[in-house]
């Protein structure tokens, strides 16, 4: 998709006024929920919320392509358990990390629409740690048999 003018020499893919940080955690979080689900707004809403969560986490880690479900399952637990876990992290981050406008934007949220989208993200990380689970169960079943 290009932006611009006609005739103004002023186009732009959407990707330019991205980040390559931002991007890639949303492919990242695009690849753990899409499959799982139908896209609607509250999907939409937790996979930016995951994005951010990469992007927040990656600071420590420094590795954006390794994504800790457990790190971040505590990390969007405790933004469920603090209802001004994200504002707090929106003011302490610089306005221009990746994360902030996520944090931002969800931050300034009405309640129950926060709550709502980190709801579904903990549902989603839950699923995807049961199937996790399971292969490992199936792996641990395979490796007795030989």
């Known amino acids: 998709m290009f ?11 959407i ?3 991205l980040s390559k940080e931002l991007m890639q955690a ?14 609607d707004f509250w999907i939409e809403s937790a996979t930016n ?4 969560s990469i992007l927040y986490l990656n600071q420590r880690h420094g590795d954006l392509y390794y994504l800790d479900l457990e790190k971040v399952r505590e990390f969007v637990q405790q933004a469920k358990e603090n ?17 902030y406008q996520i944090f931002s934007v969800l931050a ?3 309640k129950e629409t926060r ?28 490796w007795f048999q030989y």
């Open 3 to 13: 932006l611009g003018q006609p005739g103004k020499g002023t186009k732009h893919r």
């Open 49 to 52: 919320l995951l994005a951010g």
């Open 108 to 110: 300034l949220s009405v």
């Open 115 to 142: 709550q709502c989208t980190i709801n579904t993200l903990l549902r989603i990380l839950d699923e995807q740690q049961k199937q996790h689970d399971n292969l490992e169960k199936q792996r641990d079943y395979f």
């Open 15 to 17: 990707g330019d006024w």
């Open 26 to 39: 949303i492919s990242i979080a695009q690849t753990v929920i899409k499959p799982k689900e139908r896209y």
């Open 83 to 99: 209802d001004n876990y994200l504002l707090e992290l929106s003011e302490l981050l610089k306005k221009d990390h990746p994360a």
